[in-house]
């Protein structure tokens, strides 16, 4: 059994690069059963808490928040190719995408256009992402 910071370890590693994974020893299928099985768990108890919020759910319940997670997660410092991210990173990309569309609202500016200015914050966070990976290497 592994414990919480080898198990984190090992999900870096197969993010990273995972056939260099496979290769240190790490059993990289099993490993990614479990993450898919904890991944499940964390959506079930979303569902169970939007039906308690909402009353029903359906698939396109909260479609809008897709946007916003991984805004928030690339702003926190996780990079979307895999290997480097913390959660108190995510924690603090989420106060600030919390933070900026609550301004946009505040402001007065249209749906349609808050949601532009949250697709133009995460392509420049992209690009961030994108060129730290490029100077790192």
């Not at 990289?28 to 808490?49: E, H, K, P």
């Not at 805004?71 to 106060?95: D, E, K, N």
């Amino acid at each position: 059994m592994l414990n919480r910071t080898a198990w984190g370890r090992h999900v870096y590693a197969i993010g990273d690069d995972k056939e260099a994974a496979e290769l240190s020893g790490i059993r990289t299928d099993r490993m990614l059963v479990s993450i898919y099985a904890v991944a499940g768990f964390v959506v079930a108890i979303g569902a169970w808490v939007s039906i308690g919020r909402v009353g029903s759910v359906s698939p396109t319940s909260f479609y809008e928040g897709n946007l916003d997670s991984i805004t928030a997660v690339v702003i926190g410092g996780t990079s979307l190719f895999g290997g480097r991210g913390t959660i108190i990173g995510s924690l603090f990309g989420a106060l600030i995408v919390g933070v900026f569309s609550s301004g946009l609202s505040i402001a007065g500016l249209d749906v349609l256009w808050q949601r532009f200015a949250l697709g133009c914050l995460i392509i420049v966070a992209v690009g961030i992402d994108q060129w730290i990976r490029k100077v790192s290497n």
